[in-house]
């Protein structure tokens, strides 16, 4: 059997420990790196690291640079000012690949990966003792370093053992385009996005006597709170009284949780309020949000942690993550702008490309696939209009982000308020309409069923077991490969100098002085463009972009009443809040 490995004249194991304060770039204390044929071995502290202009050891094409968890090392080349590897093999990224969808003996981590393979390793909580004095930061006796050292070579050390463990079930080509990126990720944590610290510090300050103001402003349009409590039998005459369906639990109360609550305020918007409400007072912890002396919000963007291979950065940390309104808090610096560029149903193109449906990848291509796909059934005249046939359009969209989703008759009638009679009669019509998709659609779910798991056009596997919902497999391929097409724009971006500040779900924010952004987003653009055909086989993606310059604020339209309200009651208590400002004209969807 060939050496996959023989191609490269130098491989590299590396691992850093470093120190990082929440929101701040990764501060390297030490730095342990290890040849993997010769076993020559560098160990090298901070202060002579901060010294040198490049890494201590071959980063170019010929060479291989092997981590667990790369990011944290590449952050830690960044914050030293030091080139990129241009051969990245992640470790962590191929663990996750080969064991996606199965148990695991303790989880993901290097100890769990060294765990699964059956090789040893030193102990949790001697791991653990070790990351709390590294974490500590400040100064360092020389025990203590030579103790740091000591621990990061264990870890290299672990990084010899798996990486032949490993190395058999590697697809070296395309786990490089992995470790690309978390290249790219490395970046755009380090990067990090501009927040508005004035205010999250008011709100902060505020907050606990914001809370029962909020309640009173918010609630007057609804009744179902009671003092502090929210009432479920208040909210369900406010249902009726508006008649508005709900999704209920098998005992037939009415479902609370805000998944739920997330979803239906994406349908009815005027559950949105309610629900950022509820969100805000159950589950916002403000101090949380990771955000550095310089303003910018830092964390772990958590790649490849969900099935299908897309981020999952904390949501009490990252400023996605929390409710929509929290959002605008996201204010480029002055000089500066910042852009939202999103494809346009980038799922329904997904579906119509990798599926080879022509009507299909037609309604897409068209502009607006809801209109032609009731075009194509039958639905309305060929000459219809957005205008023309609003309901009829909002019928159609409805019923195909359904199929997206996997989505029954009754949710789809419950979403679009009609009996279930006629949401059968729109399933219907979509299969019938794209019955090649359907065909696609069930020859993944029979694959997965028969061989044991799915992949994307690059290789990330998900591993099926008896317990695995037909849906979620028929889900995977359109997710999975948008996750493939996000994380390759990325690449193209940052490595072309583009400042991607954050990656989100289908979308990505970028920043660059004022006077550039216009011409930087269409450069990314370009390369959405670009990733879209990588996926697609030369299908081609449409994005949209939103722009704001300083000093306006992002702002999400599902958040803007909360936000506001918010921002209404900081100016009653006379707090700095009569210096905030919010643009209502402009809208950022997400």
């Known amino acids: 059997m060939s050496d996959p490995l023989r191609p490269y004249c130098e491989i590299w194991l590396v691992d850093f420990e470093f120190s990082a304060e929440p929101g701040e770039r990764p501060a390297p204390l030490c730095m342990v790196a290890r040849e993997f044929r010769s076993g020559r071995t560098l160990r090298i502290w901070g202060d002579s690291l901060a010294r040198m202009a490049r890494p201590p050891l071959s980063v170019g094409a010929d060479s291989l640079f092997v981590a667990y968890y790369a990011s944290a090392e590449l952050g830690c080349f960044l914050s030293l000012g030091w080139p990129m590897p241009a051969r990245v093999l992640d470790l962590f990224t191929e663990f996750r690949n080969s064991t996606n969808g199965l148990p695991t003996t303790a989880g993901s981590s290097l100890l769990g990966a060294l765990a699964y393979y059956g090789l040893d390793a030193i102990g949790a909580a001697e791991k653990a003792e070790m990351r709390e004095l590294a974490m500590r930061g400040g100064e360092y006796s020389e025990a203590e370093r030579v103790a740091l050292l000591d621990y990061c070579e264990t870890d290299v050390q672990a990084l010899a053992k798996l990486l032949p463990a490993m190395l058999p079930n590697i697809d070296l080509p395309r786990a490089l385009l992995r470790g690309r990126y978390m290249a790219a990720v490395a970046a755009m944590e380090h990067n990090g996005i501009p927040i508005d610290v004035e205010t999250l510090n008011a709100i902060r300050g505020n907050w606990e006597a914001l809370k029962a103001e909020l309640i009173a402003r918010v609630d007057s349009s609804y009744g179902v709170f009671e003092g502090l409590s929210f009432r479920r039998e208040r909210f369900a005459a406010w249902l009726v009284a508006n008649g508005l369906p709900w999704p209920r639990l098998e005992s037939g109360e009415l479902a609370l949780d805000d998944d739920t609550f997330r979803q239906m305020a994406r349908t009815y918007p005027q559950v949105a309020p309610l629900r950022e409400l509820r969100h805000a007072l159950g589950e916002l912890r403000l101090e949380s949000l990771a955000v550095g002396r310089d303003g910018r919000n830092r964390c772990l963007l958590s790649p490849y942690q969900s099935t299908t291979g897309r981020n999952q950065p904390s949501n009490a940390k990252f400023v996605f993550g929390p409710s929509c309104w929290i959002r605008s808090l996201i204010k480029p610096p002055p000089g500066r702008g910042i852009a939202y560029i999103d494809w346009s149903q980038q799922e329904h193109g997904i579906a119509a490309a990798l599926s080879g449906d022509p009507k299909m990848m037609a309604a897409y291509t068209s502009g607006d696939p809801y209109l032609t796909f009731a075009k194509q059934a039958g639905a309305v005249p060929a000459d219809a209009t957005r205008q023309s046939h609003p309901r009829e359009r909002e019928r159609f969209k409805v019923c195909t982000l359904a199929v997206q989703y996997g989505m029954g008759a009754d949710s789809l009638a419950c979403r679009l308020k009609q009996p279930i009679p006629m949401a059968r009669e729109l399933l219907r019509l979509h299969r019938q309409t794209y019955p090649v998709f359907w065909a696609w659609s069930q020859s993944a779910v029979d694959h997965a069923m028969l061989f044991g798991w799915l992949h994307t056009v690059f290789g990330w596997r998900v591993h ?127």
């Open 464 to 590: 099926v077991g008896p317990r695995s919902n037909p849906r979620s497999l028929a889900n995977f391929p359109m997710q999975a490969n948008g996750a493939e097409m996000l994380r390759l724009a990325c690449c193209l971006a940052t490595e072309s100098g583009i400042e991607v500040i954050a990656p989100v779900h289908d979308a990505v924010l970028i920043e660059a002085p004022a006077d550039e952004l216009q011409a930087t987003v269409e450069r990314m653009q370009a390369a959405m463009r670009e990733a879209s055909r990588r996926v697609l086989g030369g299908f081609e993606l449409l994005s949209d972009a939103k722009l704001v310059f300083s000093p306006d604020r992002y702002s999400d339209p599902r958040g803007e009443v909360m936000w506001n309200t918010v921002v209404g009651l900081m100016g009653g208590m006379r707090t700095s809040a009569t210096t905030l400002r919010t643009d209502a004209h402009l809208s950022y969807l997400i």
